[in-house]
C-alpha cells in the first residue's frame, strides 16, 4: 500500500514535468525525419490508390504497384534531398551570405544533375509500370503521373490547384 502511495505521489510531479518538456533541440532549418517518413508514406498511398483506381488494378496488382512506387521513391529520396540541400544554399547566396556566395555555380549544377536523374527515375518508373498494361491503360498511367509531377511543382512554388485548391 505504502508503495503504491509513493508511485501515485511519483508520478503526480512526475507528469507535469514531462508533459512541459520540450522536444529535443534541432538546428535551425533540419527537417523532422518522422514527420517527413510519415508524409512520404501518406503521399505513395494517395499515389497507389489514385493509380489502383484509374489503372482497375485489383488488390495483388496494387500490393505490386506499391512495392514498385517504393523502390523507385528510396532512389528518388537522396535526389530531393540534394535539390533540397542546394536550393537551401542558393537561397542563402540570394540573400548575401558570403559563405553561399561561393558556392553558387556548384549548387546550380547539383539542382540540374539531380533533376535530370530524377526525370531519368520517372521514365524508368513509367516503363516499370507500364510494361504489363495494354495501350488504353498506359496512356492513363501517363496522364495521372504527368499530372501528378505538375501538382508537384504547382505545391513547391505555392502556386493554388487548377480549382484554387
Do not use: H
Not at 489502383?52 to 505490386?64: G, I
Not at 547539383?110 to 535530370?116: N, T, W
Not at 498511367?141 to 485548391?165: C, F, H, I, Q, T
Amino acid at each position: 500500500m505504502k508503495t503504491m502511495k509513493r508511485m501515485t505521489w511519483a508520478l503526480v510531479f512526475a507528469l507535469p514535468m514531462v508533459a512541459l518538456a520540450q522536444p529535443p533541440a534541432r538546428e535551425p532549418g533540419a527537417r523532422d525525419p518522422d514527420r517527413m517518413a510519415r508524409a512520404e508514406q501518406r503521399q505513395r498511398l494517395r499515389q497507389v490508390l489514385e493509380l489502383a483506381d484509374t489503372l482497375e488494378l485489383d488488390s495483388a496488382q496494387a500490393l505490386k504497384l506499391d512495392e514498385t512506387l517504393r523502390r523507385f521513391e528510396d532512389r528518388r529520396r537522396p535526389l530531393r534531398e540534394q535539390v533540397r540541400d542546394s536550393a537551401r544554399v542558393l537561397q542563402q547566396a540570394s540573400r548575401g551570405d558570403s559563405a553561399a556566395l561561393a558556392q553558387v555555380d556548384a549548387a546550380a549544377q547539383k539542382v540540374f544533375d539531380a533533376r535530370a536523374q530524377i526525370a531519368a527515375l520517372d521514365r524508368e518508373l513509367y516503363q516499370a509500370l507500364a510494361k504489363e498494361l495494354p495501350p488504353q491503360k498506359r496512356a492513363r498511367l501517363a496522364v495521372v503521373m504527368a499530372r501528378s509531377e505538375g501538382m508537384k511543382r504547382m505545391k513547391d512554388r505555392g502556386d493554388k490547384g487548377p480549382r484554387g485548391d
